[in-house]
Structure formats: structure tokens, C-alpha cells
Nanobody
């Protein structure tokens, strides 16, 4: 059974940074492409970033240059480093892989 557990969310001022983590279990982590999505209040879930098993990365346009996705296969964990945060980045952030989703972690950007 695949389990994904996100952490690292919180309240941050505009221009600040946060680092999200997603710990995976129940899969051969190094073989899987990992994704981050987010969902703001009253909006549809939105794609954020992807990292393949070969460390190829892609990003949604609005986060390019500000967010960095990375992975540590030895720890079965994927990360999302978020810099220069904006109020519009406020959302619940989810990681997903192998048709499984985590429970999400809340990110709030506000002064």
C-alpha cells in the first residue's frame, strides 16, 4: 500500500521561503516519477512540479525560477523548495505518485 506524507507547510510572509517534504512508503521510490500539486480555496487542484526517476524536472509556469523540486532516493523523500513566495501561492500542497496522494500540507503566504 502506497503512503505519501507531506510536511513543512506553514505561515510565511510574502517574499519568504518554505521547504516541503513528502515521505513515501510502499513503493520502490527510486523507480517513480514524483509530482507536486496544489489546491487553493474554491479552486481546482493545480499542477506545480515533477521530478522523474532520472532527476528530470518540469514546472508550472507561475513557479518557474522560484520553486525547486528535488529528491533523495536514499530517504524515499521528495522536496519542494519554495522561494519568493507570493500570496497567490497560498494553497494546500499535495505530492502524488503511483496513483496515490498524500493528505496535503497547508501553505499560507500573508503579511
Amino acid at each position: 500500500q502506497v503512503q505519501l506524507v507531506e510536511s513543512g507547510g506553514g505561515l510565511v510572509q510574502p517574499g519568504g521561503s518554505l521547504r516541503l517534504s513528502c515521505a513515501a512508503s510502499g513503493i520502490s521510490f527510486g523507480d517513480y516519477t514524483m509530482h507536486w500539486y496544489r489546491q487553493a480555496p474554491e479552486k481546482q487542484r493545480q499542477y506545480v512540479a515533477t521530478i522523474t526517476s532520472g532527476n528530470k524536472t518540469t514546472y508550472e509556469d507561475s513557479v518557474k525560477g522560484r520553486f525547486t523540486i528535488s529528491r533523495n532516493d536514499a530517504k524515499d523523500t521528495v522536496f519542494l523548495q519554495m522561494n519568493s513566495l507570493k500570496p497567490e501561492d497560498t494553497a494546500v500542497y499535495y505530492c502524488t505518485a503511483a496513483c496515490a496522494w498524500g493528505q496535503g500540507t497547508q501553505v499560507t503566504v500573508s503579511s
